[in-house]
Protein backbone atom coordinates (compact mmCIF):
# COMPACT_ATOMS: atom_id res chain seq x y z
CA UNK A 1 0.00 0.00 0.00
CA UNK A 2 1.18 3.17 -0.81
CA UNK A 3 0.73 4.75 2.98
CA UNK A 4 3.20 2.15 3.93
CA UNK A 5 6.04 3.87 2.52
CA UNK A 6 7.93 5.96 5.03
CA UNK A 7 7.96 9.46 2.62
CA UNK A 8 3.72 8.58 2.34
CA UNK A 9 3.75 8.15 6.17
CA UNK A 10 5.68 11.28 6.73
CA UNK A 11 3.31 13.36 4.23
CA UNK A 12 0.39 12.32 5.64
CA UNK A 13 1.30 12.96 9.05
CA UNK A 14 2.61 16.27 8.05
CA UNK A 15 -0.53 17.34 6.45
CA UNK A 16 -2.48 16.34 9.75
CA UNK A 17 -0.29 18.09 11.69
CA UNK A 18 -1.18 21.66 9.68
CA UNK A 19 -5.30 20.18 9.31
CA UNK A 20 -5.03 20.15 13.04
CA UNK A 21 -3.65 23.45 13.67
CA UNK A 22 -6.11 25.36 11.20
CA UNK A 23 -9.19 23.15 13.37
CA UNK A 24 -7.48 24.79 16.61
CA UNK A 25 -7.48 28.04 14.84
CA UNK A 26 -10.96 28.04 13.83
CA UNK A 27 -12.52 26.67 17.44
CA UNK A 28 -10.33 29.41 19.05
CA UNK A 29 -11.18 32.71 16.54
CA UNK A 30 -14.89 31.84 16.65
CA UNK A 31 -14.42 31.44 20.70
CA UNK A 32 -12.68 34.99 20.88
CA UNK A 33 -15.16 36.63 18.11
CA UNK A 34 -18.34 35.48 20.53
CA UNK A 35 -16.99 36.39 24.32
CA UNK A 36 -16.13 39.66 22.94
CA UNK A 37 -19.24 40.74 20.64
CA UNK A 38 -21.67 39.66 23.78
CA UNK A 39 -19.86 41.28 26.24
CA UNK A 40 -19.21 44.45 24.22
CA UNK A 41 -23.23 44.51 23.40
CA UNK A 42 -24.16 43.83 26.99
CA UNK A 43 -21.81 45.97 27.95
CA UNK A 44 -22.91 49.49 25.88
CA UNK A 45 -26.29 48.33 25.59
CA UNK A 46 -26.64 47.58 29.85
CA UNK A 47 -23.58 48.50 31.12
CA UNK A 48 -23.31 44.98 32.81
CA UNK A 49 -21.67 41.79 31.31
CA UNK A 50 -22.95 38.32 31.38
CA UNK A 51 -19.13 36.67 31.38
CA UNK A 52 -17.11 37.75 34.24
CA UNK A 53 -13.37 37.65 34.14
CA UNK A 54 -13.37 34.39 36.15
CA UNK A 55 -15.65 32.87 33.73
CA UNK A 56 -13.47 34.07 30.87
CA UNK A 57 -10.43 32.99 32.55
CA UNK A 58 -12.52 29.02 32.64
CA UNK A 59 -13.22 29.74 29.15
CA UNK A 60 -9.65 30.64 27.85
CA UNK A 61 -8.92 27.45 29.59
CA UNK A 62 -10.95 25.52 27.82
CA UNK A 63 -10.05 27.20 24.54
CA UNK A 64 -6.36 26.94 25.04
CA UNK A 65 -5.48 24.09 26.88
CA UNK A 66 -8.57 21.40 26.71
CA UNK A 67 -9.15 21.96 23.57
CA UNK A 68 -6.05 22.26 22.05
CA UNK A 69 -5.57 18.67 23.44
CA UNK A 70 -8.56 17.33 22.21
CA UNK A 71 -8.18 18.97 18.36
CA UNK A 72 -4.47 18.54 18.11
CA UNK A 73 -4.30 14.85 18.85
CA UNK A 74 -6.69 14.10 15.85
CA UNK A 75 -5.22 11.08 13.85
CA UNK A 76 -4.39 11.65 10.23
CA UNK A 77 -7.50 10.23 7.88
CA UNK A 78 -6.98 9.11 4.66
CA UNK A 79 -8.83 11.89 2.90
CA UNK A 80 -5.64 14.11 3.73
CA UNK A 81 -3.98 12.62 1.18
CA UNK A 82 -6.78 13.24 -1.43
CA UNK A 83 -6.09 16.89 -1.19
CA UNK A 84 -3.82 19.47 -2.97
CA UNK A 85 -0.26 20.26 -1.40
CA UNK A 86 -0.56 23.58 0.13
CA UNK A 87 1.18 26.82 -1.31
CA UNK A 88 3.44 28.83 0.54
CA UNK A 89 1.72 31.93 -0.02
CA UNK A 90 -1.79 29.62 0.86
CA UNK A 91 -3.29 31.50 3.83
CA UNK A 92 -3.77 29.43 7.15
CA UNK A 93 -7.70 30.41 7.75
CA UNK A 94 -9.77 29.37 4.57
CA UNK A 95 -12.57 30.50 3.21
CA UNK A 96 -14.34 27.42 4.49
CA UNK A 97 -13.16 28.42 8.03
CA UNK A 98 -13.87 31.53 7.72
CA UNK A 99 -17.32 30.31 6.59
CA UNK A 100 -17.34 27.98 9.52
CA UNK A 101 -16.23 30.82 11.73
CA UNK A 102 -18.92 32.86 10.90
CA UNK A 103 -21.92 30.96 11.20
CA UNK A 104 -20.62 29.73 14.44
CA UNK A 105 -20.35 32.93 16.30
CA UNK A 106 -23.36 34.40 14.75
CA UNK A 107 -25.37 31.83 16.37
CA UNK A 108 -23.82 31.49 19.46
CA UNK A 109 -23.85 35.49 19.46
CA UNK A 110 -27.52 35.53 18.67
CA UNK A 111 -28.80 32.99 20.95
CA UNK A 112 -26.99 34.13 23.55
CA UNK A 113 -27.73 37.84 23.45
CA UNK A 114 -31.27 36.86 23.19
CA UNK A 115 -31.15 35.12 26.92
CA UNK A 116 -29.21 38.07 27.76
CA UNK A 117 -31.66 40.64 27.40
CA UNK A 118 -34.82 38.53 27.38
CA UNK A 119 -33.74 36.14 29.48
CA UNK A 120 -35.34 36.81 32.65
CA UNK A 121 -38.92 36.95 30.48
CA UNK A 122 -38.48 33.82 28.97
CA UNK A 123 -36.94 31.89 32.47
CA UNK A 124 -40.27 33.14 34.28
CA UNK A 125 -37.75 34.79 36.60
CA UNK A 126 -40.96 37.60 37.83
CA UNK A 127 -41.04 35.63 41.35
CA UNK A 128 -37.50 36.52 41.73
CA UNK A 129 -35.69 39.59 43.36
CA UNK A 130 -33.57 41.46 40.65
CA UNK A 131 -30.30 40.44 42.17
CA UNK A 132 -30.91 37.00 42.25
CA UNK A 133 -32.63 37.05 38.70
CA UNK A 134 -29.79 38.78 37.30
CA UNK A 135 -27.64 35.88 38.51
CA UNK A 136 -29.51 33.05 37.54
CA UNK A 137 -29.93 34.95 33.82
CA UNK A 138 -26.14 35.54 33.61
CA UNK A 139 -25.13 32.27 35.18
CA UNK A 140 -27.37 30.92 32.25
CA UNK A 141 -25.35 32.78 29.49
CA UNK A 142 -22.05 31.33 31.20
CA UNK A 143 -23.37 27.74 30.75
CA UNK A 144 -24.64 27.71 27.69
CA UNK A 145 -21.26 29.62 26.19
CA UNK A 146 -19.50 27.00 27.94
CA UNK A 147 -21.41 24.43 26.01
CA UNK A 148 -21.11 26.00 22.84
CA UNK A 149 -17.93 25.74 23.08
CA UNK A 150 -18.04 22.36 23.87
CA UNK A 151 -20.14 21.29 20.96
CA UNK A 152 -18.37 23.55 18.67
CA UNK A 153 -15.00 21.71 19.62
CA UNK A 154 -16.96 18.99 17.34
CA UNK A 155 -17.70 21.42 14.53
CA UNK A 156 -13.98 22.38 14.45
CA UNK A 157 -13.18 18.29 14.05
CA UNK A 158 -14.45 18.38 10.56
CA UNK A 159 -14.14 21.95 9.00
CA UNK A 160 -14.51 20.36 5.15
CA UNK A 161 -17.22 17.35 5.86
CA UNK A 162 -20.71 17.66 7.07
CA UNK A 163 -20.66 14.72 9.05
CA UNK A 164 -18.55 16.13 12.22
CA UNK A 165 -19.06 13.26 14.55
CA UNK A 166 -17.74 10.39 11.91
CA UNK A 167 -15.02 8.59 13.78
CA UNK A 168 -15.39 10.65 16.37
CA UNK A 169 -15.68 7.57 19.67
CA UNK A 170 -12.10 6.23 17.64
CA UNK A 171 -10.43 9.36 19.29
CA UNK A 172 -10.11 8.50 23.10
CA UNK A 173 -8.54 11.57 24.03
CA UNK A 174 -11.31 13.78 22.16
CA UNK A 175 -13.92 11.81 24.04
CA UNK A 176 -12.32 12.15 27.26
CA UNK A 177 -11.41 15.77 26.95
CA UNK A 178 -15.37 16.86 26.05
CA UNK A 179 -16.06 14.58 29.10
CA UNK A 180 -13.82 16.23 31.65
CA UNK A 181 -14.77 19.33 30.59
CA UNK A 182 -18.50 18.56 30.77
CA UNK A 183 -18.38 17.48 34.61
CA UNK A 184 -16.20 20.28 35.03
CA UNK A 185 -18.33 22.85 34.04
CA UNK A 186 -21.72 20.94 35.48
CA UNK A 187 -19.19 21.26 39.23
CA UNK A 188 -18.32 24.87 38.52
CA UNK A 189 -22.08 25.68 38.24
CA UNK A 190 -23.41 23.46 41.18
CA UNK A 191 -20.85 23.63 43.51
CA UNK A 192 -18.28 26.66 43.02
CA UNK A 193 -20.63 29.23 42.71
CA UNK A 194 -18.62 31.77 45.46
CA UNK A 195 -15.27 31.72 43.38
CA UNK A 196 -17.70 32.17 39.93
CA UNK A 197 -20.29 34.66 40.87
CA UNK A 198 -23.16 32.14 40.19
CA UNK A 199 -25.82 30.34 41.40
CA UNK A 200 -27.31 26.70 40.95
CA UNK A 201 -29.55 26.30 38.39
CA UNK A 202 -32.75 24.19 38.18
CA UNK A 203 -33.36 21.00 36.34
CA UNK A 204 -35.17 22.79 33.66
CA UNK A 205 -32.33 25.51 32.96
CA UNK A 206 -29.79 22.48 32.87
CA UNK A 207 -32.59 20.98 29.93
Given amino acids: MMTSHPLSRVVRWG ?5 NIQKFIQFQLTVNVAA ?5 VAAVSSGAVPLNAVELLWVNLIMDTLGALALATEP ?4 LMKRHPVGRREPLVTNIMWRNLFIQAL ?3 AVLLVFNFDGKRIFQLHNESREHAD ?3 NTFVFNAFVFCQ ?3 EFNARKPEEKNVFGGVTSNR ?3 GIVGITTVLQILIIEFLGKFFGTVRL ?3 LWL
Fill in 150 to 152: IFN
Fill in 15 to 19: RSVYA
Fill in 36 to 40: LVINV
Fill in 76 to 79: PTDN
Fill in 107 to 109: YQI
Fill in 202 to 204: GWK
Fill in 173 to 175: LFM
Fill in 135 to 137: KIK
